[in-house]
């Protein structure tokens, strides 16, 4: 039969960093060939560990000047990617609990996560460091193959007992075919050239004197497959999530390109 009605919507996501982030080499997998991405901002409660019965999740909130943020999720090696999401999407509902960087001990109480305490010479806030990596996901779905998860059952064509989409034809109407196709890019395009260096180090000489104030720092590191949310900060609701495999390599100009990546 002919195709009689073609229904199309489209969800177009964007979100400029509150805090940029600055390019540099990024590790991935033991290697340093990827377009890597290193950030500090001074709330150690922009990461937390949560403790799942399949192992420990990191996670890093990216917050986004509209609203908008990311959650990039990193779990222990052995654990597959449904469950590293779903330990963000409990996160997320309440069902999960997990402990903000503020309250966490020192030495690695999550994956990919260092916390240490040290001494300054002046008042310095805590601070959270993160390491990650550019990347550009694009998968397609087929939507019927799982008509169920999606609520796309009566609707389809095979379907014992379908009915017409009330109000749309005086013809019965059903779904044939239901497809979705995504394309998801986390980067530093526009930020680079507005960043603040997130690491510097000034050698003044030793003090005979101990240091008198301590703070806490904490240092997150995504370089291995991790998962990722996005999410609207006000309602909590995701409005996409992926698994980062491939991410995307360094270039000789200091930037990166796009290469052909899917999430599960």
Known sequence: PETSLVMASALVLGADWEVPFEGHFGGWLGRHDRAGLVREVPDLDGVAVARTAAGAVTRVVVRGVTGVDVHLLLGTERMRPGEVLGAG???????LDGVPGSRLPEGGPGPGLHVVKRRTHTLEPPSLSLFTVEFTLRTEHDLLASRDLFGLTTAARDSPGAVPFPGM???????DRARQTMTAT????????AAVTAFAAIYRGRSSQEPPYETTRAMACF???????TVHRESGLVLAAGWVTDPTPFTQDGGG???DTSAD
């Open 186 to 193: 986390f980067s530093a395009e526009g930020f680079r050239a």
């Open 89 to 95: 999407t409990g996160l997320l509902s309440g069902a």
């Open 223 to 229: 370089d291995r497959p991790f998962g990722f949310l």
């Open 169 to 175: 034809s005086r013809t019965p109407l059903v779904l």
């Open 257 to 259: 390109h796009v290469p």
